[in-house]
């Protein structure tokens, strides 16, 4: 039953979406402004540049997952350690907690100096911005768990490096999937923000030109396009959340009812 509703049509939001399309092309036919295009006009875009706009939302797709992946690969085993590892999350912590409210766009012109305009400089400030919400989300987790866990692993004589991987990673992986969820949505949006910067091609690169060119009816159109896309990568973490995670909300369920 739960996956039923969860899994079913929103038909209430997709009217809705439906409805501000009408209200939008209404609006602008009456308004009859340069500087309010049609929601018609910029679906007729969409078709006709759909080539266009399609090799760009690959570029900024493949530039996001890198970054991402690095991304997770490198501070989800550092938020165990640190989490779990007490000596070392005192040393490491004060320094991430220094450097986590400094903007992710700050990084780039130290990106372009070192590494130029290429995808590398890219990549680092999407790194740099999608870490900090896995590795404070992870730290946090692991730090929290249930102290029946620790006498388990004591009396199982578990190393600390198989606590960390049977019995940590498992326990904390609701609330750290949570950080990696705000990290998938972080890396999209500073790949096209870095794009946009840093002008090569992509979404941010196709909304910089369009922008240049002064055409509205092509901003919109890559705004819609980036939101478009955003709702499709969203959608695809919450399945996968659902997936990987279908005993925790089992479990809840089962002790909501107790």
Known sequence: MDRFINGRINWPGIIFILLILVVWEVWAMIADSFYFPRASAVALTIVEDW???????????????IGFAIALVTMLPLGIVLGRVRVLGEIVEPVLEFFRPLPPIAVVPLAIMLLGIGDAAKLVVVVWGASFPIVINTIDAVKVQDPMQARLARSLRLTTWERMTMIDLPAALPRIFAGIKLGITVALLLTVVSEIIVSTNGLGDYLRIAQSDFSMTRVMTALIVIAIVSVIVNGATNWANRRLLDWHYRRSALAGRQ
């Open 51 to 65: 080539g266009n706009l399609w090799a760009a939302t690959l570029d900024t797709l493949r530039r996001a997952a």
